[in-house]
Antibody
Framework: QVQVVQSGAELKKPGASVKVSCKAS????????VSWVRQAPGQGLEWMGW????????NYAQRFQDRVTMTADTSANTAFLEVRSLRYDDTAIYYC????????????WGQGTLVTVSS | FMLTQPHSVSESPGKTVTISCTRS????????VQWYQRRPGSAPSTVIY?????PSGVPDRFSGSIDRSSNSASLTISGLKIEDEADYYC?????????FGGGTKLTVL
């Protein structure tokens, strides 16, 4: 079945960077987008941005533009999210999801990657 | 723009509940609305996409609609089951951004 599988939990210090991977299987990776969404403890879902693996085009939410980079390796059917200059309030579960271009529908979602920022 | 949902709703098993999602600016009918269910400890999953479409495997107890007069979308769950207890999020977009509602906690008691 169509699925996206993410890398494991990370523990980082403030100011560090983290890179999360999202491996797609059983669909044409270059035929869809990949979106990244995070959920901080006790908070709702927050869209971070989108990458089109076919051509590498990205669209970042404004509040993340300065600290986030999304990339994709089409040979490995894998998307990546890098967040730099981590702060305590970046502690969250980070999700990737296959994204449909026209309707902006996200499905399926990865299992989530817990990133904890702690000194 | 923002999408505003009620913080929580509760209803008894077998009853029907409707969760609203109001768009602050821009026409609700111009961009599709999706609804996601998130159970504790699980990733979000789609219950409604493109306003009123159900993915395969989602029971027809779940339905979605939009109301242009109130600029809002609604998720209706009929014949409530205990397993429907979860957080529900609406989602839509404009030309540059994707936006999620704040989420509604559904309690089935």
């Amino acid at each position: 079945q169509v699925q996206v599988v993410q890398s494991g939990a990370e523990l980082k210090k403030p100011g560090a960077s983290v890179k999360v991977s999202c491996k797609a299987s059983n669909y044409t990776f270059t035929g869809y987008g990949v979106s990244w969404v995070r959920q901080a403890p006790g908070q709702g879902l927050e869209w971070m941005g989108w990458i089109t693996p076919y051509n590498g085009d990205t669209n970042y939410a404004q509040r993340f533009q300065d600290r986030v980079t999304m990339t994709a390796d089409t040979s490995a059917n894998t998307a990546f999210l890098e967040v730099r200059s981590l702060r305590y309030d970046d502690t969250a579960i980070y999700y990737c999801a296959r994204s449909f271009g026209t309707s902006k529908w996200f499905d399926p979602w990865g299992q989530g990657t817990l990133v904890t920022v702690s000194s | 723009f923002m999408l505003t949902q009620p913080h929580s709703v509760s209803e008894s098993p077998g009853k029907t509940v409707t969760i609203s999602c109001t768009r602050s600016s821009g026409n609700i009918g111009h961009n599709y609305v999706q609804w996601y269910q998130r159970r504790p400890g699980s990733a979000p999953s789609t219950v409604i996409y493109e306003n009123n479409q159900r993915p395969s495997g989602v029971p027809d107890r779940f339905s979605g609609s939009i109301d242009r007069s109130s600029n809002s979308a609604s998720l209706t769950i009929s014949g409530l089951k205990i397993e429907d207890e979860a957080d529900y999020y609406c989602q839509s977009y404009d030309s540059t951004d994707v936006v999620f509602g704040g989420g509604t906690k559904l309690t089935v008691l």
